[in-house]
């Protein structure tokens, strides 16, 4: 079994101290590394490439906002390079492994906050951070939401994220269905609106008689198709399009 390597990006060092120890005394997981503010973390990134980033909101030097949107940034980097050495006649055979190792470079990240109903969680989670903890999680609750997250499962705080979205109030786009909903099938447009709704992959299988790996595979094409990183952009995107109702 390959561990899952694990990043800590947090300004307090103690705090730090605190995750590497309990990542490390798992047997599933590995800490790589930690950082001490958000540019230290795209160091940390580029040299480890960690598969799950637990990066701080509010650091000095650069704040987990911007840390995100560089990690996006430099996702897209990758993605391009990607393109660029791909020849004509390989298209058709490597444009999604050139997708999938340009993705599994960028870790997935959990934002930490130390204030739960934050407005900074909030733009985490628009910037690509796939769930949020707060510092005084129960260590049982840190673990399975890094585990979680390293397999695309909703996080235990999903629910949460969730209902944050919704009391924040997530404006509506006008006449923007088509242009979402036309890049996928039918039954990727079932499967997305499902998702959108809270829904685990486990629940939308029974829901539509598939099986859960059917759903994952539905979920990843949704994800690749729209351009979102994870399942809490689903529901961001589909909340500000009209798509579903709070």
């Keep these: 079994m390959t561990a899952i390597r694990v990043a800590v990006v947090d300004d307090q060092r103690l705090f730090a101290s605190g995750m590497r120890m309990l990542v490390d005394a798992q047997d599933d997981m590995t800490c790589v590394g930690t950082a001490a503010d958000g540019a230290e973390?795209?160091?940390?990134?580029?040299?480890?490439?960690?598969?799950?980033?637990l990066l701080d909101l509010r650091m000095p030097v650069m704040n987990g906002i911007e840390t995100l949107a560089r990690l996006a940034a430099s996702d897209g980097a990758a993605s391009d390079t990607a393109a660029t050495d791909t020849t004509a006649s390989d298209i058709s055979t490597s444009d999604t492994a050139a997708t999938d190792t340009a993705a599994s470079d960028?870790?997935?990240?959990?934002?930490?906050t130390t204030i739960?109903?934050?407005?900074?969680?909030?733009?985490?989670?628009?910037?690509?951070?796939?769930?949020?903890l707060t510092k005084d999680a129960l260590p049982?609750?840190?673990?399975?939401?890094?585990?979680?997250?390293?397999?695309?499962?909703?996080?235990?705080?999903?629910a949460e994220a969730l209902d944050m979205l919704r009391a924040q109030g997530i404006t509506v786009e006008a006449n923007r269905r088509d242009e979402v909903l036309d890049a996928l099938t039918a039954r990727e447009?079932?499967?997305?609106?499902?998702v959108a709704k809270g829904l685990s992959n486990a629940e939308i299988a029974t829901s539509v008689f598939l099986s859960e790996a059917t759903v994952k595979t539905h979920v990843r094409s949704v994800l690749m198709?729209?351009?979102?990183?994870?399942?809490?952009?689903?529901?961001?995107?589909?909340?500000e399009r009209g798509l579903v109702r709070a």
């Design 41 to 53: 973390a795209l160091e940390l990134c580029a040299a480890e490439r960690p598969d799950v980033l």
């Design 106 to 112: 960028r870790p997935r990240v959990i934002a930490l």
């Design 116 to 132: 739960r109903r934050d407005d900074a969680v909030l733009a985490a989670l628009r910037a690509g951070a796939a769930a949020f």
């Design 140 to 158: 049982d609750v840190v673990t399975a939401t890094i585990r979680d997250v390293h397999e695309g499962r909703p996080a235990p705080t999903e």
């Design 189 to 194: 447009h079932e499967v997305f609106l499902l």
């Design 225 to 239: 198709k729209l351009g979102l990183r994870n399942r809490i952009q689903v529901v961001i995107t589909a909340h």
